[in-house]
């Protein structure tokens, strides 16, 4: 089969197609095997993700974090640095994440200062106001400048 209709019938481009024929041709069918995962294996020993896994388990009040419960990328790559000394990136610690089958979640911004019975009332008696309309326009103008013509 040439390259062009490998590369249709497996949906990749051509010149991936024409650089497996190559590999193909120069080394035969064993340099087409897969070589396993890409990317830079894990920097924790599988105690280490055991210990971490019961640390994330444990929750994050354990750790300080007491406003909400989640697991954010952040937090976790702060644990790690507490537990393991060290230093990854949140993205690192997502992939991480991902690999030990959790998912990272952001927590919620809300103000500090946020007084909820202020916006329910607000919402009551304000907000009807302000959702009146306005005035009286003429219906079939989008223009606010020039009236619909009859």
Not at 61 to 67: D, T
Not at 72 to 84: D, E, N
Not at 123 to 130: A, G, I
């Amino acid at each position: 089969m040439s390259p062009p209709q490998v590369a249709k019938r497996l949906r990749v481009s051509r010149k991936s197609a024409y650089v497996w024929h190559k590999a193909w041709r120069t080394a035969g069918a064993q340099a087409l095997e897969s070589k396993g995962p890409g990317g830079q294996r894990c920097r924790l020993s599988a105690a280490q993700v055991e210990r971490l896994e019961a640390a994330l388990d444990a929750g994050p009040a354990v750790w300080g974090w007491s406003e909400d419960q989640r697991w954010t990328p952040a937090r976790v790559t702060v644990l790690v640095g507490r537990l393991f000394h060290l230093s990854y990136t949140p993205r690192g610690i997502s992939y991480l994440l991902h690999r030990m089958g959790w998912s990272p979640q952001v927590p919620q911004r809300r103000a500090a200062e946020r007084d909820e019975e202020a916006i329910a009332t607000w919402v009551k008696d304000t907000w009807p106001l302000v959702e009146q309309r306005r005035g009286i326009r003429t219906r079939g103008s989008a223009s606010p400048t020039r009236q619909a013509s009859r």
